[in-house]
């Protein structure tokens, strides 16, 4: 187990145990695209896939990381903080940097790490490493950090330090997950409330298209560009209207004629996929699956025909996927232009489905299609390493 294989590791490393712990999961999102800058709602869950820490404190200011998977270490000390040309580093370094900044006490800390997110997949390994790092510290000194206070430190970290200028939706969802829910989260405001999400009958896949194109960066920035210009447009006849979250739908389709076209679709995406977030998570109160699926179908053709933020491969695995009889509903998940499709797939079937897709996708592109089936799990924990058997 990787757990296991931390400990040891960290045992060989520095010749003593650790003092702790930390399984920090990455996440999947099942509804609500592209709707966190518009000020809206997501809804993702923790999963199966984690990042697992090893740490120690030390009796110095020195820091020690050695990733597993990367077989690589870095060696600095707290309080003389540059990026390393070690880019993996930076995501520990940038979480105890801010912490610093606010005034918080951090000594120097071993710290041992691996895990089984697939790099690349979108399923934010980053904010896991981020979450569970300090996590781990929050119980190594002592710094009486609440979970909230967690998720946006470990922003702070990876927005200042590293430089990506990423959401605050993977850190909330990898600190605050919960087994068998899924998590409605308020981008504006924060607030959240956990939905069942018990689906015996049921199973998630990812399937990786392999396929990220350099298209995602200037793209995104111009959909940002294009929802706020939607938003001043609005702004005459809603001058409260702070973000598209503010505009109901019929007014986006009353001015569909005098708004510019790529205007217009970017906004109506993002006020039905709003909508569709509140749907959602009102089908899994009645564990209405049928419904959930067709959602997720429905968003997936937002984001090709509206949004146009999918691609060819992307658009392939959901059409494929659409007709398979076990299939409720499929979707490309995260940015655009390449990575994942998630698709909800009946759990006796689901063999049969990664066989059929798999062969699919080679005779079409002659990639290989690799599939994940993950489960929803609990948020960041701290284990003590005498409680592991």
């Known amino acids: 187990m990787i757990e296991q294989t931390t400990i040891s590791n960290f045992h060989q490393i520095f010749g003593t145990k650790p003092d702790l712990v930390v399984r920090a999961p990455g996440r999947i999102n099942l509804i609500g695209e592209h709707t ?6 997501v809804l993702p869950a923790a999963i199966d896939k984690a990042i697992w820490l090893a740490m120690g404190r030390r009796n110095d200011d020195e820091l020690h990381f050695h990733s597993l998977d990367l077989h690589d270490s870095y060696r600095g000390e707290v309080g003389t903080f540059q990026k390393s040309e070690k880019n993996w580093a930076n995501y520990l370094l940038g979480v105890i940097s801010e912490a610093q900044k606010d005034g918080l006490k951090i000594g120097g800390v071993n710290v041992v790490f691996g895990g089984d997110i697939p790099i690349g997949a979108g399923m934010s390994s980053s904010a896991a ?4 790092m300090l996590a781990g510290l929050n119980e190594l000194y002592d710094l009486k950090l609440q979970k909230l206070d967690i998720v946006k430190l470990a922003q702070r970290g990876e927005n200042r330090f590293v430089g990506m200028n990423c959401g ?10 919960r087994a068998d829910h899924v998590l409605r989260l308020d981008c504006r405001s924060l607030d959240f409330e956990h939905f069942p999400f018990h689906a015996p ?12 194109h350099s298209l995602v960066n200037s793209e995104y920035n111009t959909r940002r560009a294009e929802c706020e210009a939607g ?22 389709l ?9 205007v217009f679709q970017r906004c109506k995406f993002v006020v039905e996929e709003i909508g569709r977030v509140g749907a959602a998570c009102n089908a899994l109160k009645t564990s209405d699956f049928a419904t959930f699926g067709q959602l997720m179908y429905a968003t997936h053709e937002g984001l090709r025909h509206e949004y146009e933020v999918t691609c060819p491969e992307t658009d392939f695995l959901v059409d494929e996927a659409r007709g398979h009889a076990a299939v409720l509903g499929a ?15 009946r759990a006796a079937a689901v063999e049969g489905f990664v066989a059929q897709m798999t062969d699919a996708y080679r005779l079409q592109f002659g990639l290989k299609l690799v599939c994940h089936n993950v489960k929803i799990t609990d948020g960041v924990g701290v284990i003590q390493v005498a409680d592991f058997r």
């Open 36 to 41: 966190d800058y518009n000020g809206g709602f």
């Open 129 to 132: 490493l981020e979450s569970g």
């Open 168 to 177: 605050i939706m993977d850190m909330f969802a990898s600190m605050m997950g």
């Open 201 to 212: 009958d049921f199973a998630l896949v990812l399937c990786n298209s392999g396929v990220k």
């Open 231 to 252: 938003v001043r447009y609005f702004q005459a006849f809603l001058p409260e209207a702070k973000t598209l979250r503010d505009v109901p739908l019929d007014l986006v």
């Open 254 to 262: 009353g001015e569909k004629e005098r708004l510019p076209v790529h």
């Open 331 to 345: 979707r490309q998940m995260g940015g655009g232009f390449g990575g994942c499709t998630l698709n909800l797939v």
